[in-house]
């Protein structure tokens, strides 16, 4: 809370402001940690920002990347927060458009035009190391160690690998299906890894890469395992690691049932065009199944707003005719907050329908609150 009300009052250093030419527009925008031969195996800090310049069909749209390093300065007395300055050190013109940036081991990975360049920022230069040819529109890069998965405008997701030795950038696996993607991230399951998309039908889709499936084709096509209706479209996401609690600050959950740092699970956030945030957390076995039949039974157990139906509502919607079933794996939080709004004997009731108690339910539902109050 303090640090919320230290940003609401902050102020802006003056002499840092950055004019661009009419027609060019900041497309994307990220602080990096960047290796260098001058720098040797450390890394520092910079602002690397990518614009592009739109002046009508007739001319061919072309982009910058630009890199700027933070200094400090001394002060002018009269300015008490003028200590710092930004420095221009890499200003050029790239061949295309640069619609997306992030930081891969290092290096700079950047869309440009229907490829994907990995640059090294060496003397104050970008030296390219790696480049692939994508399809048409790249808008959306997400980075995990070497792992990258980049988004098309109409081509759904395809997941890369960075090799740094050999200096190559190669395709492992893609989904075949057409989707209008709105963003890209990963999901952080322990030793699993998922893919989150969300689509123009306001969907969140889980996509999982399984080789060993024969629906993949050998790993070539990754699969979809989730899916669930947000009712919103989703353009940002933001991954954070759990928060863990000891026994005391949850009191009466044992400290067996915690989340165990060992899990190295990620809570997924998202934002949405009309202004909704919401957050996404995988969850054991033993506690999804638990809760997979508690929702189930809270949906015909409990009155709902409207008399409307969560489950309908929830379902992904596809356009036009679909030759494929939903996968309602993805619970909804909020249907299952209801069951702390019965009686202590619907509770009871509901418990044993399922084979579990009531305080295993409470738990459960505090260990998924605890898990996610980061802020």
């Known amino acids: 809370k303090q640090w919320y009300q230290r940003r609401v009052r902050g102020k802006i250093i003056p002499d840092t402001r950055i004019d661009l030419p009419k027609y060019e527009r900041i497309t994307a925008m990220k602080y990096m940690n960047l290796t260098g031969e001058q720098m040797g195996e450390q890394s520092k800090g910079y602002v690397v920002i ?29 300015k008490p927060l003028s200590g710092y300055k930004f420095k221009c050190l890499y200003d050029k013109e790239q061949k295309g458009p640069v619609t997306e940036i ?30 692939i040819d994508t399809q048409i529109y790249i808008h959306s890069i997400s980075v995990i160690k070497n792992f990258v998965l980049y988004a098309d405008i109409t081509k759904s997701i395809s997941l890369l690998t960075f090799d740094r030795e050999c200096k190559t950038l190669s395709v492992i696996s893609r989904d075949f299906e057409p989707c209008e993607v709105y963003g890209t991230e990963f999901v952080v399951d322990g030793p699993n890894l998922g893919f989150m998309v969300s ?31 947000i009712g919103a479209h989703v353009n940002t996401f933001l991954r954070t690691g759990i928060r863990i609690h000891d026994g005391s600050i949850l009191g009466t959950t044992p400290a067996s049932s915690l989340l165990h740092p ?56 596809m356009p036009g005719r679909w030759l494929m079933n939903p996968h309602r794996n993805i619970l909804d939080y909020q249907l299952l907050t209801n069951f702390l709004s019965l009686s202590h004997t619907e509770r009871r009731e509901l418990a044993k329908q399922i084979g579990t108690t009531p305080g295993q339910i409470v738990d459960d539902l505090m260990v998924i609150q605890k898990a996610m109050m980061i802020f």
């Open 102 to 131: 992030d930081c891969i081991l290092g290096h700079i990975i950047s869309a440009i035009g229907q490829k994907i360049y990995v640059w090294s920022f060496i003397n104050n230069d970008l030296v390219g190391v790696a480049f």
């Open 199 to 229: 689509d123009s039908n306001c969907n969140l889709v889980i996509y999982a890469y399984q080789p060993e499936s024969v629906d993949s084709l050998g790993g070539m096509k990754l699969l979809r395992k989730s899916d669930i209706n």
């Open 262 to 317: 060992s899990e190295k699970r990620h809570v997924t956030w998202f934002g949405t065009l009309d202004g909704g945030i919401g957050s996404f957390l995988p969850l054991a076995e033993k506690r999804y199944r638990r809760l997979f039949m508690l929702h189930n039974k809270l949906v015909t157990a409990v009155a709902h707003i409207g008399g409307l139906n969560p489950k309908k509502f929830r379902t992904a919607k």
């Open 50 to 78: 990518a614009t592009m310049s739109s002046m009508g069909e007739e001319v061919s749209a072309r982009g910058k990347i630009m890199i700027f390093d933070v200094m400090e300065v001394v002060p002018d007395p009269e």
